[in-house]
């Protein structure tokens, strides 16, 4: 059984944290928080690497863990790697998704993410793939928008409906992207109502899901 369900429901919980929600909500108006959430899950995995069956230590040096965890490692965002025997590798990508005129391109790129050829792996090894993904809902002030554009959603329901259904969508602009599945649904994280430059009361929130390929 896959580590990374139980890490996601510890993500989820470090979020909600009161230092990580000021950030979280600092970064998500600001600046693009994809790297920030792939480092900051990469130290929360390995932090707590005993508690998810990856402990152990690869030789009599007792600071050389026998299971590798690296971000931005063989171009994924977090590589997880027995480097003892030949357990199945874990590669776990992450994608922020906004209410913005791209977010169908996210869709897609989270859809292709998780065939992607790895780099130094053969065609044959075992690889769990899994993806994280942030969605984020914002309404700014009409005077605070600047140059972002809205996409197409009635409301923040509507933006995480599209979501759903982005990730099984047969349409062309899906070619060669394979069907996604949620494995845990978004779940909100932090409301946006105290954020900086967004209107209060138009439903900005934060919410998180993990994703993998269709069984």
């Not at 480097?83 to 209410?99: G, L, M, P, Q, R």
């Not at 197409?152 to 329901?157: E, I, M």
């Not at 978004?186 to 934060?206: C, F, M, N």
């Amino acid at each position: 059984m896959s580590f990374v369900p139980g890490f996601t429901e510890l993500l989820l919980a470090h979020l909600k944290k009161d230092e990580r929600q000021r950030i979280l909500k600092s970064i998500i108006v600001s600046a693009a928080p994809e790297l920030w959430l792939s480092l900051e899950s990469a130290a929360l995995l390995d932090i707590n690497r005993e508690h998810f069956g990856l402990g152990g230590q690869l030789d009599e040096r007792s600071n050389v863990p026998r299971w590798l965890i690296a971000a931005e490692r063989r171009k994924v965002d977090i590589w997880v790697e027995n480097k003892y025997d030949d357990k199945a590798s874990t590669a776990i990508e992450f994608k922020v998704v906004h209410n913005n005129k791209n977010a169908y391109y996210k869709i897609w790129e989270i859809r292709k993410d998780l065939v992607k050829q790895i780099p130094r792996t053969s065609p044959g090894e075992r690889i769990e793939r899994w993806g994280i993904v942030l969605l984020s809902y914002s309404r700014f002030y009409s005077d605070q928008q600047g140059n972002y554009s809205y996409g197409k959603f009635d409301s923040c329901q509507g933006f995480l409906d599209a979501f759903e259904n982005g990730l099984n969508d047969n349409d062309e602009w899906y070619a060669g992207a394979p069907e996604l599945e949620l494995e845990i649904k978004p779940t909100r994280i932090a409301d946006l109502d105290d954020a900086h430059y967004i209107e209060p009361g138009k439903g900005s929130a934060v919410y998180l899901a993990l994703v993998r390929c269709k069984a």
